[in-house]
């Protein structure tokens, strides 16, 4: 865990807030800084020096660290001010648990369908990984890859799904980010034109297992990489000693 607090500076320079909505903008800004990991899990946060950057008053940031606890993204310890909470595998497991079910049943409805448009746009995004992938932006990458699945959401049109894998989404996307090499750029491309070959297919058994080893094997590197670097993690050292502890397959 860090124990000093890192210079803000890729943050906005008392950047101009519109009237009404700093509260809302800062809450922003700060929780795509942390799910970007500009703010790294365990870092301690300066509320002053924060103020300071971004040119605001105690309040807004008071609040927007507030907002962030709820959400579980930040930690805030009475007499000892806040941290960027530590990444819990144990929720991204339960998750990406979540996430399984109903990505598989977003697929049996999406193939029930056979709409060109989802099609059609999942051809394109399929081409865009591979472009960035090819550039080697994995940031670009990370935002085409949540919009390959809500593709598949969208077919749904299921308001509260999508509900509930935005809520969650800000903790998976921080785990998710720790683990992206060149490798699982490749993996992943991999693994979403499997779940593409299955919907092409109108074969909703292939897509669906697909999507299942999809998100088995992005479960499989995390846990991995909690074993390496337990400090990340609030619970890393209780899965260090239990590589076994993977209720998935």
């Known amino acids: 865990m860090k124990t000093e607090a890192a210079s803000y500076d890729f943050l906005p320079t008392a950047g101009p807030f519109a009237r009404g909505s700093v509260t809302i903008d800062v809450t922003n800004m700060l929780r795509h800084a942390i799910v970007t990991l500009a703010l790294a899990p365990g870092q301690v946060l300066d509320k002053s020096a924060l103020c300071s950057q971004l040119g605001v008053s105690r309040?807004?940031?008071?609040?927007?660290?507030?907002?962030?606890?709820?959400?579980?993204?930040?930690?805030?310890?009475?007499?000892?001010?806040?941290?960027?909470?530590?990444?819990?595998?144990g929720d991204v497991r339960e998750y990406m648990l979540i996430r399984k079910g109903l990505e598989s049943e977003a697929l049996r409805v999406l193939i029930g369908k056979h709409?060109?448009?989802?099609?059609?746009?999942?051809?394109?995004n399929m081409a865009l990984q591979r472009d960035a992938a090819a550039r080697d932006d994995a940031e670009t990458f990370h935002q085409i890859d949540v919009d390959f699945h809500d593709i598949i959401f969208r077919s749904m049109r299921l308001t509260r799904v999508k509900a509930i894998i935005d809520k969650v989404r800000a903790n998976l996307d921080r785990a998710r980010r720790l683990i992206i090499t060149p490798r699982r750029l490749a993996h992943t491309i991999a693994e979403h034109q499997a779940i593409f070959d299955g919907i092409l297919a109108a074969n909703a058994p292939q897509a669906i297992a697909a999507i299942r080893a999809h998100i088995d094997a992005v479960m499989v590197e995390l846990f991995a990489f909690a074993r390496e670097h337990p400090d990340l993690?609030?619970?890393?050292?209780?899965?260090?000693?239990?590589p076994n502890d993977f209720p998935f397959g």
């Open 59 to 89: 309040f807004p940031v008071s609040e927007a660290l507030a907002r962030l606890a709820e959400e579980g993204l930040v930690d805030i310890a009475p007499q000892r001010g806040s941290t960027v909470s530590l990444v819990r595998i």
């Open 115 to 124: 709409n060109a448009d989802v099609i059609a746009a999942l051809h394109a």
């Open 233 to 242: 993690f609030a619970d890393g050292a209780e899965f260090a000693d239990d």
